[in-house]
């Protein structure tokens, strides 16, 4: 068998195809070519990219110690120029240097080493850092609204009226805040220009609580002469305001959900409902035991359950009913923390705090004068309260109530200070820095 007999078998046999059959790679034309070599230069491009464009996207890493301090110790040679403008221009460096306690700590480990009209502008600044963090104090005194810094400095006057004004409420963005005033809601900004005035008529208003957005406000308002009624409404800061419950409802203390869906408030039988700002899909959620108190209910951060407090327990309730959370014993004047892991509360004339879940409560104050209406500030880092811890008379006497005032203490209970002397009678509120 020759070669030819052998290419004819594996033909046959379809081992390999046919020389026929083979056809060779068709040819690359000029326009593929081109194609294929942008597409490679493409490739090229983006490895390139992301080997040294992406780099420099990543965040930049904090300075050092050394250069905080060396950014630091220039600002304040600056303050030692001859040049006002040079030296105002280093303050406003140095504002803008102290964002958090690791940068105030450098600059108080530098006064001993500045002049003294330096070290005073410096302590100034140090000073106003600490209020910004903290926020300034408005409390009432009297017919008037006064507002004081955290250590005391800086008393002053908002507002003054001829009926006391109770109950501060600040807007989330701190812009404007409300308070009852006889018959009416005020409203006043921070350096207490009268904004707006909600006149109820013969009705008088209590609780005001702000919308999410800052628009609207809801209250509770109570009238002897509609049968002692107590009515729940809503309304536009500068619009109408409109009556949601019925006539002869009681139905008190409405606070918004922080996404500003739902309106919370109370009936007279301490069943703690649910509304729209509408009034529709209006349910009870819980019922607590309210009688002979002014029973409490707080959103959480998150609007997903409330603290729902009465005369004899404490719940956290989550919006399809369940509790996850109970505290036994009546409490008063309760608040969140700022960032909603605590709340504190006054119990026994004495103010407490307790977590989230309402497992762990501790006594900060241990004094046998009455200690109330405590406020977070807004950091979360002070408490201020009312006492009278230090009025000088006896309690022997029937009927006796000491004169309260206004104190400060840290967080944990430690530092108590007082900031008034002329008397103070309703709960603070601490309001933004804005000097």
Same mark, same amino acid.
């Given at each position: 068998?020759?070669?030819? *007999?052998?290419?004819?078998?594996? +033909?046959?046999? #379809?081992?390999?195809?046919? =020389? ?26 983006? !490895?390139? #990219? ?8 990543? $965040? ?13 110790? #220039? ?9 006002? +403008? ?13 964002? %958090? ?18 070290? $005073? ?25 006064? !507002? ?6 800086? =008393?002053?006057?908002?507002? $003054? ?30 350096? %207490? ?10 009705? +008088?208003? /209590? ?5 999410? *957005? @800052? ?9 002897? %002469? ?19 419950? *019925? ?5 008190? /203390? ?21 509304? /729209?700002? *509408?009034?529709?899909?209006? /349910? ?25 407090? @009465? ?32 709340? !504190? ?53 029937? %009927? ?15 530092? =108590? ?19």
């Amino acid at each position: 068998m020759n070669e030819n *007999d052998v290419e004819a078998l594996l +033909e046959t046999t #379809a081992l390999v195809p046919a =020389p026929s059959s083979r056809r060779a790679p068709p040819a690359v034309r000029p326009w593929q070519g081109r194609l294929m070599t942008a597409a490679a230069l493409l490739v090229c491009a983006a !490895v390139l #990219a992301a080997l040294f464009v992406a780099p420099s996207r990543v $965040a930049p890493t904090a300075p050092s110690q050394d250069e905080l301090q060396k950014t630091l110790d #220039a600002i304040l040679k600056r303050l030692g120029d001859e040049s006002i +403008e040079a030296r105002d221009a280093a303050m406003k460096e140095l504002r803008g240097f102290l964002d %958090g306690d690791a940068k105030a700590e450098l600059v108080q480990g530098r006064l001993s080493k500045l002049g003294a009209d330096a070290r $005073a502008r410096v302590e100034e600044e140090l000073e106003r850092f600490v209020s910004r963090r903290h926020g300034r104090i408005a409390y009432q005194s009297g017919l008037e609204l006064r !507002v004081v810094d955290w250590n005391g400095r800086n =008393p002053g006057r908002l507002a $003054a009226d001829r009926n006391p004004p109770i109950g501060v409420e600040w807007a989330p963005d701190f812009s404007r805040a409300a308070y009852t005033s006889g018959n009416c809601i005020e409203v006043v900004g921070p350096d %207490g220009e009268r904004l707006k005035r909600i006149n109820c008529g013969s009705r +008088e208003p /209590h609780g005001v609580s702000w919308s999410p *957005d @800052g628009k609207r406000l809801t209250y509770w308002t109570w009238s002897t %002469g509609d049968a002692g009624c107590r009515k729940v409404w809503v309304g536009e800061v500068d619009g109408e305001q409109k009556q949601l419950t *019925d006539e002869q409802s009681l139905e008190t /203390h409405p606070r918004w959900s922080p996404d500003g869906t739902w309106i919370a408030f109370w009936n007279d039988e301490g069943s703690l409902l649910l509304m /729209h700002p *509408d009034g529709r899909e209006r /349910h009870a959620l819980a019922t607590l035991n309210t009688k002979g108190v002014e029973p409490t209910c707080l959103w959480t951060r998150d609007g997903k359950a409330l603290l729902a407090a @009465g005369a004899e327990d404490a719940r956290i309730v989550q919006l399809d009913g369940r509790e996850r959370g109970r505290l036994e014993g009546w409490g008063w004047n309760w608040q969140w923390s700022p960032d909603g892991t605590r709340l !504190v509360f006054e119990r026994e004339n004495n103010i407490w705090v307790v977590d989230g879940d309402l497992k762990t409560a501790k006594a900060l104050t241990a004094e046998a004068r009455e200690n109330r209406s405590p406020a977070w500030s807004l950091d979360g880092r002070m408490i201020a309260f009312l006492s009278g811890r230090d009025d000088p008379r006896e309690r022997g006497v029937k %009927g006796f109530s000491p004169r309260l005032e206004l104190y400060v203490m840290e967080a944990g209970g430690a530092n =108590p200070v007082r900031l008034t002397t002329e008397g103070v009678q309703s709960r603070p509120s601490w309001m933004r820095d804005e000097r």
